[in-house]
Structure formats: C-alpha cells, structure tokens
C-alpha cells in the first residue's frame, strides 16, 4: 500500500508539472503579439528593427517638419535629440499633438519610415512619458520644468 501512494504521488507531481509548463507556452504564445517594446530614436538609426516588429517609439516632435499631406495622412520626425526618425501617420492626431512636444507612436519600422498605427500625445503642459524622459536624459537633452512631475 505504501509503494502505492508513492507512485500515485509522484504522477501527480509529474501531471502538475507538465501542465504548468505547457501553460505558460501557451501564455508566453498569446502574449507574443501584445508585448511592444519602447525605443529611443537614437536606438533605431543604431540597430534598426526588422520591418515587421511592432514597437513603441517615443520622443520630441522635430520642429518644422510637421506636414499634413492628402486626407488624414501627417507626415513628421521625432527626435530625442541624437537622431531623428521620419514617421508616417494615417489617421487623426490626438488634440495635444504638436511640434517641440512629447509623443509616444506604435507601430513598424519600414524602409527607414516609422509607420505609426497609433499616436499618443502628451497629456499636459508638464506631462512626458516616462520612457521618453528616460530616453532624453540618456542623450543630455532632457528639460525639465520646475514644479513639474517627471512622469
């Protein structure tokens, strides 16, 4: 009887174990697509992603190069103040989307154009996402107003 429970015990260990690994395959394989990860711009012209890895890309609205084109398509740069990386935008821009100001875009780097599907803009006068504060003070541009909250 003893021999018994040993062994039952020690399937049951061996089941749990299992099921637990292929649990988390199958998380970590529905989580692939929803993971984006953020870089600078200064990281891109470095190492620039494969054309079909989405990814987050944040930084400072390039002063004067802000173009709307043909319906709701906008043209315009973003800087962190080391490099500058053209992104295409198809779509509305939020209300606070303007140029010398934060932004933060989702979407795919493809032929040397950041073809955004999603833009964020700064939330206030004072406001700059965290990973973009992170990425402007590695490059010794970051200003930081007083008063202000960091992120």
Known sequence: MKGLKKKRRIQVIVVATAALIISTGFVGYAMRDGINFFRA???????PPAPNETFRI???????TLKRGQGETIHFSVTDGG???PVVFTGVLPDLFEENQ???????????VFE????????????????????????GVYRHNEGAPES
Do not use: C, F, W
Request: charged residues 25%; hydrophobic residues 35%; aromatic residues 4%.
């Open 41 to 47: 711009p200064s990281e891109i012209a470095a190492e």
């Open 102 to 112: 934060g932004m933060v875009g989702t979407g795919r780097y493809v032929n040397g």
């Open 58 to 64: 944040g930084g400072l609205v390039e002063e004067g």
């Open 83 to 85: 490099a500058s990386i």
């Open 116 to 139: 955004a599907s999603e833009i964020l803009a700064k939330h206030d006068e004072t406001y700059m996402p965290k990973e973009v504060t992170d990425a402007l003070k590695e490059q």
